[in-house]
């Protein structure tokens, strides 16, 4: 119940395309969902973060949907470049503690 | 630079031995947590302190593991008897209202 899952597992997409990453939670607890961003021999940098009472939220290229129904939650990235190329990691948030997902490796062709 | 720091950035030590790292967290985050992360996978939850208080240690891995925060600034992660299976990386993160932001992280390599 405490999981987080998260596909795929890797991704390739074109230059300039669009780029989805999806994750899916059972505990009804988790009141705070982020996605970072982590380029090798780094930590993981903040991308975006929601809270179940919003739909969906947008930074720049980065959208964040999430269903909260489904129990679902989804980071798209618009008009993806290589600069992107990046794992990805999905997270729910209970009390203190990140249930992080496995990670998402993504490579953008140029 | 006003970011979570870590040091060292990378240590290689002998089985056996004991290693400390350190991490100074954002200066106005009252929250500072712990992480280990191995190749391919999310960083795994280790150990929290809110100001000086440690309020959750049962997520550390064995008693050959151990963090302190004497002054509520910054920390430390020592373990003790080193083993092959330590090696890692070790994240430090720290937060005010819940977004927790990572440090570079300390690379460990037991050989």
């Known amino acids: 119940q405490q999981q987080v899952k998260q596909s795929p597992q890797s991704l390739i997409v074109q230059k300039g395309g669009i780029s989805i990453i999806n994750c899916a939670y059972e505990n009804t607890a988790f009141d705070y969902f982020p996605w970072y961003q982590q380029f090798p021999g780094k930590g993981p940098a903040l991308l975006i973060a929601i809270r179940p009472d919003v739909s969906e939220k947008k930074e720049g290229r980065f959208t964040i949907s999430f269903n909260k129904s489904a129990k679902q939650f989804s980071l798209h990235i618009m008009d993806s470049q290589p600069g992107d190329s990046a794992t990805y990691f999905c997270?729910?948030?209970?009390?203190?503690?990140?249930?992080w997902g496995a990670g998402t490796k993504l490579i953008i062709k140029p | 630079d006003t970011g979570v720091s870590q040091d060292p950035r990378h240590k290689i030590t002998k089985r056996g031995q004991n290693v400390t790292f350190r991490c100074d967290p954002i200066?106005?985050?009252?929250?500072l947590y712990w992480y280990r992360q191995t190749l391919g996978q999310g960083p795994e939850f280790l150990t929290y302190f809110q100001n000086e208080a440690q309020l959750e240690k049962s997520r550390l891995l064995s008693d050959r593991f151990s963090a302190e925060r004497p002054k509520g600034s910054f920390s430390t992660l020592e373990i003790q008897r080193t083993e092959q299976g330590d090696s890692a990386m070790y994240l430090c993160?720290?937060?005010?209202?819940?977004?927790?932001?990572f440090g570079p992280g300390t690379r460990l390599t037991v050989t």
């Open positions: 200066s106005e985050h009252n929250r």
């Open positions: 997270a729910a948030n209970s009390n203190y503690q990140l249930i």
């Open positions: 993160a720290s937060s005010w209202t819940g977004e927790q932001y």
